[in-house]
């Protein structure tokens, strides 16, 4: 299967899951899962550049989504994010879109990556 899953559903996922578990949010963090994904295959979703670092890996990419949420109002502070109530609804507003657009290719991703798809809906 193509990529078709864009990557910032991927970073919607992670800022939604790690905020509802009061986890920090940390580019590294999420630049952690696209390195999963490519580990595992899950071609469905578009990659991300990583870059290789000494403790793991770095995305530039999942750092400009970082400051468009910044740039947007709907976060605070860069590493760990501080993401506000709006910049939740963002999220969720993109995940229910991809989920709605490729729902066998999101189920794939979301099993993959472990995240508990309630918290998608309003029911984490």
Same mark, same amino acid.
Request: hydrophobic share 40%; proline share 4%; aromatic share 8%.
């Given at each position: 299967?193509? #990529? /078709?899953?864009?990557?910032?559903?991927?970073?919607? !996922?992670?800022? +939604?899951?790690?905020?509802?578990?009061?986890?920090?949010?940390? /580019?590294?963090?999420?630049? $952690?899962?696209?390195?999963?994904?490519?580990? *595992?295959? +899950?071609?469905?979703?578009?990659? +991300?550049?990583?870059?290789?670092?000494?403790?793991?890996?770095?995305?530039?990419?999942? *750092? #400009?989504?970082?400051?468009?949420?910044?740039?947007?109002?709907?976060?605070?502070? $860069?590493?760990?994010?501080?993401?506000?109530?709006?910049?939740?609804?963002? !999220?969720?507003?993109? /995940?229910?879109?991809? $989920? $709605?657009?490729?729902?066998? #290719?999101?189920?794939?991703? #979301?099993?993959?990556?472990?995240?508990?798809?309630?918290?998608?809906?309003?029911?984490?």
């Amino acid at each position: 299967m193509s #990529a /078709i899953l864009s990557p910032e559903a991927v970073m919607a !996922c992670a800022i +939604v899951s790690l905020n509802r578990e009061k986890e920090p949010i940390k /580019i590294e963090t999420i630049s $952690r899962l696209f390195a999963t994904l490519k580990r *595992e295959k +899950v071609e469905e979703v578009r990659g +991300v550049a990583l870059r290789k670092l000494p403790n793991g890996v770095y995305s530039e990419d999942v *750092e #400009a989504f970082f400051g468009r949420l910044l740039a947007g109002g709907f976060a605070t502070m $860069r590493s760990p994010l501080d993401v506000n109530e709006k910049g939740i609804g963002l !999220c969720l507003e993109l /995940i229910d879109e991809e $989920r $709605r657009s490729y729902p066998e #290719a999101f189920e794939k991703m #979301a099993q993959t990556l472990h995240f508990n798809v309630a918290y998608f809906s309003g029911q984490g």
